[in-house]
């Protein structure tokens, strides 16, 4: 079969014995097999024949080892988009295929080579989902609006998913997390949906999903849920990548950003603050945090 390579980087470190003095690191571009790629039938396709590269590594999971290969999981996150213009107050992004469904992929990393392969859309009993923002009725949006590759508003979608962070569930499946709800999405080894928390709906609001505290609706635009691990004892911790933005106050000043934890077991949830360095930022709405794992 042949194979094309585009610049995705991975890299792995491999601890040879406790008594090592150093650990050493191996670089790879990972290759993807002929054929594997985002559709584009936009207005601008015939610049693009042979589609779109797949973007991964929005999630990375070392899986194990199989005889002499390395196997990762990997997730994209909601496929192809542009900023442009703001439309009044409200963000706007530029969405080339918006039907993209997030994809889970695997890495394998054998005899010097690194391959993305097995592609699974993240899907539902409905069909697949896609990457498109939230509706504007529901909490967790940012009223973040949608534009074709002609500029055409396209509608929210309550189905979309920004996917992140993955982690093992336990069972052979995995927890993804989002940053539009922000969600945590338990999935199954073939991607489909097994089920989503998102922030719990108070009195009069309404919700895509639920179990998870209402606060977290306060998230900055694309700075949801980023990184996520699963603990010893099964537990999920979920991290948010920047301070919220409570009544539209908070972001400046807030001097942490939060860790969640959510048991599937109970459904209990509970929350921790991270501190951020607030003498490293301009202004404490640009820290960031990243992915996190969990050492047993």
């Known amino acids: 079969m042949k194979r094309k390579i585009i610049p995705v980087l991975i890299g792995c470190t491999l601890s040879f014995s ?17 054929g594997t790629h985002v559709n584009y039938a936009g207005a601008f396709a015939s610049a693009f024949p042979n589609g779109l590269p797949v973007g991964i590594g929005s999630g990375l999971l070392f899986t194990g080892k199989q005889g002499d290969a390395l196997t990762f999981a990997t997730i994209t996150d909601r496929g192809p988009n542009a900023d ?6 409200n963000e706007t992004k530029i969405f080339v295929t918006p039907d993209f469904a997030p994809l889970l992929m695997t890495i394998r990393v054998q005899n010097g080579k690194a391959e993305a392969i097995d592609p699974r859309p993240l899907h539902d009993d409905k069909g697949a989902i896609n990457g498109l923002p939230l509706a504007s009725d529901v909490i967790g949006s940012t009223n973040e609006v949608a534009f074709s590759d002609t500029l055409h508003r396209l509608k929210g979608d309550n189905r979309g998913l920004d996917t992140e962070g993955i982690t093992p569930d336990g069972k052979g499946g995995y927890w993804l997390c989002d940053e539009y709800g922000p969600f945590l999405i338990n999935i199954d080894s073939k991607g489909k949906i097994l089920a989503i928390h998102g922030p719990q709906a108070a009195e009069g609001e309404k919700a895509i999903a639920g179990g998870l505290p209402n606060i977290l609706k306060w998230r900055q635009a694309n700075r949801g849920f980023e990184g996520l691990t699963r603990m010893p004892d099964g537990r999920i911790i979920v991290a948010v990548q920047s301070t919220l933005d409570i009544d539209a106050k908070s972001k400046k000043k807030a001097l942490f950003t939060r860790l969640v934890s959510f048991d599937p077991a109970s459904g209990k949830t509970a929350m921790y603050g991270y501190p951020i360095d607030s003498a490293a ?5 640009d820290a960031k945090i990243g992915d996190i794992v969990a050492l047993d």
């Open 84 to 89: 442009s213009p703001k439309e009044g107050k």
């Open 18 to 34: 406790a008594l090592a003095a150093q650990p050493t690191a191996e670089r790879y571009v990972v290759s993807f097999p002929e």
């Open 281 to 285: 930022y301009s202004k404490n709405s």
